[in-house]
């Protein structure tokens, strides 16, 4: 592995300091002007301005990146997704533009069912193809970690395919992966009206291999009206962590059930949507660090009204945003879309997001001590804009103006 150093940073942006970061904290992107960062084996060893690096350093021994007075980030990590999925909802989503809600596709069968199906019957091959093209495209947005979910089979064969999938690519593609176990993403149809069996079943038969041979990191359940309560989100998480997963929860999306309230009692590395969550719920989890990740696209596309973003952050509570990709409820990728709706329509700085997509990103998967920022001892994982100034972000609304991304001290992305 070559070592590599990356110089002349108009802005290098690091997002030091303890993670995860609340309040006035998310603000602080740690700038150094005309920056540099040195790389060895796929690591950080030293983070500074450049005339100082330059002059520490043999440069012959290095391949040399120069930043041509761009800003660098750390790679943006989408700490959210469900990107492994056999089929499409193109139909789905045209009944959307026309006014049929989410819940009633789910309850005319569609919805998460309906890829349930595609996942079934695609073979690990189609898969594992997919999925490799997606996270290519999320590569060239500058992600170069993601959580990924199963929860697309709702049976022990179709989990652990999705979960070996997350494996081999986690293996042959650039961009890192943390699993996640979602079997209790729905109720099947062999398992209708009889919930709580089903959940019996995830724990006893399906998440021990979950874990044995799909390496899942995390248990995540759809806690939420019509789909699992929080008495059967408490039992499987519970289980769960027995088993050495640590817990996630889709949490008041649809309704408010007490998912914040059971994240925090749990314990949860994050709840996620939180899109009806109580003052309380975010009260709680704020206390027990629970990261609270947002996800504005999924709202945004299904027209509901976003989390409280604003709220969540000025009362303490750590936030991270990601893009929640999947076959139905957001179709989307798109970090540039994700930056617009947050900063226009949630009211965050783009400090605040930058902040939420990287080192609190890190933290939602537990990755904070090896991802998430430019810091001595971490992953040379970097982003180069092809803008100015950081702020372009923002400015420049739904355009990727990412221009080279750096994966373990690799050029992955070269615009
Ligand atoms: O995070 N909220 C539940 N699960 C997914 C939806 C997945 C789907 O519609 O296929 C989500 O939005
Ligand atoms: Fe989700």
């Given at each position: 592995m070559k070592n590599v150093v990356v110089k002349n940073a108009g802005e290098l942006i690091t997002c030091q300091g303890q993670a995860p970061k609340t309040g006035s904290e998310m603000n602080e992107l740690g700038i150094i002007t005309d920056g540099a960062v040195v790389i060895k084996g796929g690591l950080i060893t030293q983070v500074g301005k450049t005339d100082e690096i330059l002059k520490n350093i043999n440069i012959e021994e290095f391949e040399v990146i120069d930043a041509a007075g761009k800003p660098v980030l750390p790679g943006f990590i989408d700490?959210?997704?469900?990107?492994?999925?056999?089929?499409?909802r193109a139909d789905e989503y045209s009944w959307r533009l026309q006014g049929v809600p989410y819940t009633e596709i789910m309850e005319r069968g569609g919805g998460i069912i309906n890829s349930v199906a595609g996942t079934r019957e695609a073979s690990f091959e189609e898969l594992k193809e997919s999925a490799w093209k997606r996270l290519d495209s999320m590569l060239s947005f500058g992600v170069t970690t993601t959580e990924g979910k199963s929860g697309y089979g709702l049976e022990l064969e179709t989990e652990l395919k999705q979960l070996r999938v997350m494996k081999e690519l986690q293996e042959e593609h650039k961009v890192d992966i943390s699993p996640t176990f979602m079997g209790a993403h729905a109720i099947p149809s062999e398992y209708e009206g009889r919930s709580g069996e089903f959940i019996d079943y995830l724990i006893e038969e399906v998440m021990p291999l979950a874990v044995e041979e799909g390496g899942a990191e995390f248990c995540d359940i759809f806690c939420d009206q019509g789909v699992f309560t929080v008495d059967e989100a408490r039992k499987l998480l519970l289980k769960g962590q027995e088993l050495g997963l640590k817990a996630k929860i889709h949490a008041d999306e649809i309704a408010q059930v007490g998912g914040a309230e059971l994240a925090a009692e749990l314990g949860a590395v994050s709840a996620d949507h939180l899109l009806k969550a109580s003052d309380e719920g975010i009260k709680l989890m704020a206390e027990e660090g629970v990261i609270g990740t947002l996800l504005p696209i999924t709202a945004f596309s299904l027209k509901e009204p976003y989390a409280r973003g604003r709220y969540m952050i000025d009362n303490g509570l750590p936030v991270a945003l990601a893009t929640d990709f999947n076959p139905g409820s957001c179709y989307s990728e798109s970090i540039p879309l994700l930056i617009a709706l947050s900063t226009l329509q949630m009211e965050l700085t783009l400090e605040e997001v930058i902040t939420a997509l990287t080192i609190n990103a890190a933290a939602a998967i537990d990755r904070d001590a090896k991802i998430g920022s430019i810091e001595v001892g971490k992953a040379g994982d970097l982003v180069i804009l092809d803008a100015p100034s950081y702020t372009h972000l923002a400015y420049h609304i739904g355009v990727n103006i990412v221009d080279k991304v750096i994966k373990n001290g690799q050029l992955v992305v070269n615009g």
């Open positions: 700490s959210h997704t469900h990107f492994v999925f056999g089929g499409y």
